[in-house]
């Protein structure tokens, strides 16, 4: 299994920064694809980025040029950079772990981002 925790979520000005970072505790994360994903209230779950094993990264559109998700495998750890962000940012946000082997999804407990002026 996969346990995962997270932390870094908060208040930000619009054009600020945060920094979200996603633990894996007990695991290796290794041979697992990550991801972010978010949710605003009334709104479905929505994919932010995600990596592979491998380094690749993807970003939804709206994130693009904003938001950069990296991964240290030996630190057993994920990490998503959020600059200038917008009020449309507002979101709890979801670290994923997928098992490429187990084909199992595992969520981290979710940490609100809130960007007010």
């Known amino acids: 299994q996969v346990e995962l925790s997270e932390a870094g979520g908060g208040l930000a000005q619009p054009g600020g920064s945060l920094s979200l970072s996603c633990a894996a505790l007990?695991?290796?994360?290794?041979?697992?694809?990550m991801g972010w994903y978010r949710q605003a209230p009334g709104k479905q779950r929505e994919l932010v980025a995600r990596?592979?094993?491998?380094?690749?990264?993807s970003y939804a559109d709206s994130v693009k040029g904003r938001f950069t998700i990296s991964r240290d495998n030996s630190k057993n750890t994920v990490w998503l950079q959020m600059n200038n962000l917008k009020p449309e940012d507002t979101a709890v946000y979801y670290c994923?772990?997928?098992?490429?082997?187990?084909?199992?999804?595992?969520w981290g407990q979710g940490t609100q981002v809130t960007v007010s002026s």
């Open positions: 007990g695991n290796m994360l290794a041979m697992y694809v």
């Open positions: 994923n772990a997928y098992g490429l082997q187990s084909r199992l999804d595992y």
């Open positions: 990596i592979t094993s491998g380094g690749s990264t």
